[in-house]
């Protein structure tokens, strides 16, 4: 039987029909990509929180050191509507870009400071059907404990994500498709 994994690709933005701008630029230990979504773009929600549509901002940031991706969206205000940190197996390097196979878990950690653990039933059904290894469970299973255990003590997400703010003078511009 064939498995079943997905994969989060650095770059993949800039080819979402829906997003424009986008950016990318390494920092030491990390790579940040940006992308504005465009007017007419749909409503995007985690649980009950948008987290996308006409003039949001994404930033995606790829950590090297701990392997682990995060990101946080800005509503139409400039104001974090939240944190998402997809969990994911070792990543991979192909040219210039950076892919991390999803292991289908996830955290949301919204602007309340409400913590949720996302997709845990479509995880669950990957592991009792084998498109993923008990190894792969196991990391994705202490990933999420460590991660949560972080959050509660603060000391995550990075201060260089959690303080990211955008200023009130950056306009979203629409670029040419």
Same mark, same amino acid.
């Given at each position: $039987? ?15 029909? /829906? $997003? ?21 773009? &749909?409503?995007? *929600?985690?649980? *009950?929180?948008?987290?996308?549509? &006409? ?29 998402y ?8 390097? *192909? /040219?210039? *870009? ?19 653990? $996302?997709?845990?039933?479509?995880? /669950? ?5 084998? /498109?993923?290894? &008990?190894?792969e ?9 460590e ?10 997400? &990075? ?16 670029l040419?498709?």
């Amino acid at each position: $039987m064939a498995r079943k994994l997905t994969f989060i690709s650095s770059g993949a933005w800039q080819n979402v029909p /829906d $997003m424009t701008d986008y950016r990318t630029e390494w920092l030491t230990g990390m790579l940040v990509e940006r992308a504005t979504w465009r007017p007419t773009a &749909p409503e995007q *929600r985690i649980g *009950r929180t948008v987290v996308g549509g &006409p003039g949001y901002v994404w930033f995606r940031f790829w950590l090297q050191e701990s392997e682990q991706i995060v990101e946080k969206y800005f509503n139409t205000e400039k104001k974090a509507a939240g944190f998402y940190a997809p969990i994911c197996a070792s990543w991979r390097r *192909r /040219d210039t *870009r950076l892919i991390a196979p999803s292991l289908l878990l996830g955290l949301w950690f919204d602007s309340t400071g409400r913590l949720t653990v $996302m997709f845990e039933d479509l995880f /669950d059904k990957a592991a009792q059907s084998g /498109d993923l290894t &008990p190894v792969e469970v196991e990391h994705a299973e202490l990933r999420i404990r460590e991660l949560t255990l972080a959050i509660h003590r603060k000391k995550w997400p &990075p201060a260089m994500v959690k303080t990211l703010e955008l200023s009130g003078a950056e306009t979203p511009r629409e670029l040419p498709r």
